[in-house]
């Protein structure tokens, strides 16, 4: 089997869903044989190495671990779904202190056992703000490290599919930019059914409400449905990411990045923009839509300073001035 790279690429939390999910989506897709399973949870890494193994990919060369020196050293990308899942009733926002705390040490491992990391995904939640603890102890720069938001627009994606009855791939421009979470800012002015602009499809203010709403409940809708929350998704989802920093197809849906720009009015928040994922890294564009879109895009970016602040609070993180004395390239 010919795979695009032989780097190695950890998962953390492999024991998990979401984790075990990855795992064997890389190794579908063919992007590395030299994957190390990390979990703190001994047994389940070991179940699911075992499951990998005996699914007998060619060429596949796995190894689990619990101890993070082993995992870390030599890695050249990483996905991280290493955090505490979301349950019934909470929001994302519920899990901040925690799993913040979690990024913090992840960050602090990327530091010490492979600086010379090439890419990193951070998927488990608040993304935005777990990846923004995780860059700034990581030590990496901006461009390197990247959090899961495209699964908000794939949902988008979905509903109007449904909605008009084509197949989802004929829906484009459905984005949502700005936080993975309650506050996400949804935009309908670049979408297209088929080639035709939404506004031409006599959808009813009322009923892209309903669409709306129904996008920012996705999260909330999986796990009323399955018991548990979204893992297929967010793995595949994250897999195309690393793929695109490995050198594969390029990954053009919204992804969460650290952005300071003082002409857009965004400063030091990762939040989900219009970008490109690529061997060199990721890359964001200003985002554009209507008064109504980007007023919608402050408030979910207001939200993220409002998170962000909380967990300098914590002292999970420090204050943003003294950012730069954990990481220099921020």
């Known amino acids: 089997m010919n795979y695009l790279t032989n780097e190695k690429l950890v998962i953390v939390g492999a024991g ?6 990855m795992v064997q989506t890389v190794l579908t897709l063919g992007l590395t044989p030299n994957i190390c399973l990390y979990d703190i949870y001994e047994p389940g890494v070991h179940g699911v190495f075992d499951e990998m193994e005996q699914c007998a990919f060619p060429g596949a060369n796995l190894s689990y671990t619990v101890d993070p020196a082993e995992a870390f050293t030599g890695a050249k990308y990483i996905i991280s779904s290493g955090g505490a899942p979301r349950k019934e009733g909470m929001t994302r926002e519920d899990l901040l202190k925690g ?4 990024a913090a040490d992840f960050g602090e491992n990327i530091k010490k056992y492979c600086p010379d990391v090439k890419h990193v ?17 990581s030590g990496l720069k901006a461009n390197q490290l990247t959090s899961l938001a495209a699964l908000d627009s794939t949902r988008l994606q979905q509903a109007l599919a449904h909605e008009f009855g084509v197949q989802q791939d004929k829906v484009t421009g459905a984005h949502t930019y700005g936080g993975h979470g309650e506050q996400m800012a949804v935009f309908a002015s670049k979408v297209k059914i088929d080639g035709k602009p939404l506004s031409e499809m006599g959808l009813s203010a009322e009923r892209w409400e309903e669409i709306k709403h129904h996008t920012v409940q996705g999260g909330s809708n999986i796990i009323k449905l399955r018991g548990r929350s979204s893992f297929q998704s967010p793995a595949y989802n994250a897999v195309k990411m690393i793929e695109a920093a490995m050198g594969g197809e390029k990954f053009t ?3 969460g990045c650290y952005v300071n720009d003082e002409k857009l009015g965004f400063k030091n928040v990762m939040m989900a923009m219009p970008t490109t994922i690529d061997a060199t890294g990721v890359h964001y564009a200003e985002p554009t839509g209507t ?3 980007m007023d919608s895009l402050k408030a979910s970016y207001e939200h993220l300073c409002k998170m962000r602040d909380e967990i300098i609070g ?3 993180i420090p204050a943003v001035a003294e950012w730069k004395k954990d990481n220099a390239n921020l």
């Open 99 to 102: 799993n913040c705390q979690i």
């Open 253 to 255: 849906l919204p992804a």
């Open 16 to 21: 998990g869903m979401i984790g075990s999910n």
């Open 291 to 293: 008064p109504e879109e």
């Open 314 to 316: 914590l002292n999970i």
């Open 121 to 137: 995904v951070v998927i488990f939640n608040p993304a935005d703000v777990t990846a923004l603890t995780a860059l700034i102890h």
